[in-house]
């Protein structure tokens, strides 16, 4: 009898220790597929990717822009922001700097898209996004708006966006509603996009401000006066009779 106690109360033991060690070795597993981002703000593209190699985590430079501050080369801005625990093979989006800007913006409105299009990249620049919104007076395939503007200073990105002429209803010079097609204005300043809805002859609702904090978590916030969404959706056609409504960050 106090030798079965005995095997029954080393069984327990046992079974009591293998228990703990797998609760530690599970706390350890977990914990150990964990890792905190670091600050890869300033370091150089190929430093930034072997750092984040080294941490088992993935990253790619998704976007470029200028920088007066961040020498050429070096990473900008990073999502998730530096502190963020993350686990290991988590994708981390940064963003490369191209130093400060010197190209001159070109005077592309009223050329055609053809031209325009030759242009930004003859100068080094690259083309943005392309929409389209009639305009009476204006030639259908011609530039009727530009983002950033002529003689830019401060631009952030390489890329220049262009708004071109669409085409008329029967060529009479009077527009249908359904030939009305949103552009997108996401991610351009708000005086740009505002200017392409009233010189297309559009109503242009009131500003919606709002700030950053309303930012989804880790999402790197654009410069004040950004357009960061729109009523109606890019692509949707647009009822001449609605106001347009741009929300902004302030």
């Given at each position: ?5 005995q ?10 220790v ?21 600050s ?8 930034a ?6 941490l088992?985590?993935?990253?790619t ?14 990473i900008?801005?990073?999502s998730?922001v530096?502190g ?38 003859r100068?080094?620049?690259?083309l ?10 204006a ?7 530009q ?8 631009v ?22 359904a ?20 010189r ?10 709002t ?5 989804p978590?880790g999402?790197?916030?654009p ?19 609605a106001p ?7």
């Open positions: 009898m106090i030798r079965l106690f095997f029954v109360t080393l069984v327990l033991g046992l079974s009591l293998a228990l703990i060690a797998a609760i530690v070795t599970m706390r350890f597993a977990i914990h150990g597929a964990e890792v905190t981002l670091p890869f703000q300033g370091l150089t593209t190929e430093a990717l072997n750092k984040a190699a080294n088992g985590v993935e990253m430079i998704d976007n470029r822009f200028y920088s007066a501050e961040v020498p050429a080369g070096r900008l801005a990073q998730p530096p963020t625990v993350v686990r290991r093979e988590w994708h981390v989006r940064a963003t490369e700097s191209l130093g400060p800007q010197l190209v001159q913006i070109p005077d592309l409105v009223g050329q055609p898209q053809r031209a325009a299009s030759i242009e930004i990249r100068v080094g620049l690259e943005g996004s392309v929409a389209q919104m009639p305009l009476a007076g030639a259908s395939g011609t530039v009727i708006a983002d950033p503007p002529a003689g830019a200073a401060g952030e990105k390489p890329s220049v966006a262009l708004l071109i002429s669409g085409t008329t209803s029967a060529d009479s010079g009077s527009t249908s509603a030939a009305y097609v949103m552009p997108d204005f996401i991610g351009r300043p708000y005086s740009t996009a505002a200017q392409a809805v009233t297309a002859g559009l109503k242009l609702a009131p500003e919606v401000a700030s950053a904090s309303a930012l978590q999402q790197i916030p410069p004040a006066g950004t357009v960061i969404a729109q009523t109606p959706l890019a692509g949707y056609s647009i009822d001449p009779n347009i409504e741009l929300t902004v960050l302030r």
